[in-house]
Every structure is written in C-alpha cells, then in structure tokens.
C-alpha cells in the first residue's frame, strides 16, 4: 500500500508564503501523476496543482500566478510552493498520487495538511 506523508501546513497572514512536501513510500517515478488538492470548510474537494511523469503541469485558475508544483524522482516527493496566499486559499490540503489508466486508475490520497490563511 502506498503511503503519502504531507508537511508543511501552518497559520500565514495574508500575501505570506509556505512549501508543503509530500512524500511517497516509494519511488514516484512509477506514477502517472502527483498533485495536490484542497478542501475548505462546506466545500467539495477541488485540484490545485497536479505534475505528470514528464513534468507537465497543471494549475487551477485560482492558484495561477501564485504556486508552483514540483517533483523530485530521487526523493520521491512533490512539493508546492505557495506564494502571495490569500484567506480564501484556507483549506486542508492533500497529496494525491494516480497510477494506472482508464478503469484501471488508482488514486492514492495522504491524511492532508492544514493551510490556515488569517491576519
């Protein structure tokens, strides 16, 4: 079973910065893609970022401009970088690791960080 550990997570003010790391139990290269997603209070799980095999990425609107998703094969983690944060970025934030295709697609899920964003 596929473990994902997520770090980083904390109380900013508004405009402040934070890397959240997830790290895999094992070696990520195998992993059609990485990202991370978030849920704020009341509202459904959304993408925030996401980084296939070959290092393509993927950004909400939301977050465009402000994070930054990476990948690091030889220590099997992902991170975000988090810039310019605002209140409404507030959330848990997950790791989320996908192997396989189609019916066969396997999404893997870490427990989640808290991201408090307040003055």
């Known amino acids: 079973q596929v473990r994902l550990v997520e770090s980083g997570g904390g109380l900013v003010q508004p405009g402040g910065s934070l890397r959240l790391s997830c790290v895999a139990s094992?070696?990520?290269?195998?992993?059609?893609?990485m990202g991370w997603y978030r849920q704020a209070p009341g509202k459904e799980r959304e993408l925030v970022a996401s980084?296939?095999?070959?290092?393509?990425?993927n950004n909400a609107d939301s977050v465009k401009g402000r994070f930054t998703i990476s990948r690091d094969n030889a220590k099997n983690m992902v991170d975000l970088q988090m810039n310019s944060l605002e209140p409404e970025d507030t959330a848990v934030y997950y790791c989320?690791?996908?192997?396989?295709?189609?019916?066969?697609?396997?999404?893997?899920w870490g427990d989640g960080t808290l991201v408090t964003v307040s003055s």
């Open positions: 980084i296939n095999s070959g290092g393509s990425t």
């Open positions: 094992e070696s990520i290269f195998w992993f059609n893609a």
């Open positions: 989320n690791a996908v192997r396989g295709g189609g019916p066969r697609t396997i999404n893997y």
